[in-house]
T-cell receptor, first 112, second 110 residues
Framework: SQTIHQWPATLVQPVGSPLSLECTVE??????LYWYRQAAGRGLQLLFY??????ISSEVPQNLSASRPQDRQFILSSKKLLLSDSGFYLC???????????FGQGTRLTVV | KNEVEQSPQNLTAQEGEFITINCSYS?????LHWLQQHPGGGIVSLFM???GKKKHGRLIATINIQEKHSSLHITASHPRDSAVYIC????????????FGKGTHLIIQP
């Protein structure tokens, strides 16, 4: 069966510090991978998606970047966090763009 | 403007009541998802549908493609159904992800 792991679950970081959130998928190969963010009082917003190793598409200009160094690994990074980066970050995968999506447990990031 | 509108935003009901959550969207879509988000934040996919109706246990999801509208129904609601229910769609333009509604916060009181 397929599983998705996302860590850490919670994170408190000072403004200006770097960020690295990791997501891995098990039990499938060549998944579509996604990073979403849910800011307070707002719906989930797509940040990045990837259809293969090294292939990253960005939906929203921001202070963040994503990388896919391995087939089932998706990393969300920032060199210098801003207060506005606070939110709930979710990783997700799907076999194709038109199939069911599976979500990680999320990371609640607070930038102080 | 959010392209997915959900109603109501908040709903409190008594155990056993029939629950309906509505979702309207403004663009052509290839599939619509209903998701459940529990207080800890984790999200579970409930349904993915592109036409008609799907049923899973006490949950029923319907979609009318022509009217760009979908509904999620919960029969015989239970306190464990308390969660945020999110409607999201995929527009079919490629591998890009889902567009989400803001969610409906449902509380079922015993």
């Amino acid at each position: 069966s397929q599983t998705i792991h996302q860590w850490p679950a919670t994170l408190v970081q000072p403004v200006g510090s770097p960020l690295s959130l990791e997501c891995t998928v098990e039990g499938t190969s060549n998944p579509n991978l996604y990073w979403y963010r849910q800011a307070a009082g707002r719906g989930l917003q797509l940040l990045f998606y990837s259809v293969g190793i090294g292939q990253i598409s960005s939906e929203v200009p921001q202070n963040l970047s994503a990388s896919r160094p391995q087939d089932r690994q998706f990393i969300l990074s920032s060199k210098k966090l801003l207060l506005s980066d606070s939110g709930f970050y979710l990783c997700a995968w799907s076999r194709t763009a038109f199939t069911e999506a599976f979500f990680g447990q999320g990371t609640r990031l607070t930038v102080v | 403007k959010n392209e997915v509108e959900q109603s109501p935003q908040n709903l409190t009901a008594q155990e056993g009541e029939f629950i309906t959550i509505n979702c309207s969207y403004s663009v052509g879509i290839s599939a619509l998802h209903w998701l459940q988000q529990h207080p800890g934040g984790g999200i579970v996919s409930l349904f993915m549908l592109s036409s008609g109706k799907k049923k899973h246990g006490r949950l029923i999801a319907t979609i009318n493609i022509q009217e760009k509208h979908s509904s999620l129904h919960i029969t015989a609601s239970h306190p464990r159904d308390s969660a945020v229910y999110i409607c999201a769609y995929h527009s079919g333009g490629g591998a890009d992800g889902l567009t989400f509604g803001k969610g409906t916060h449902l509380i079922i009181q015993p």
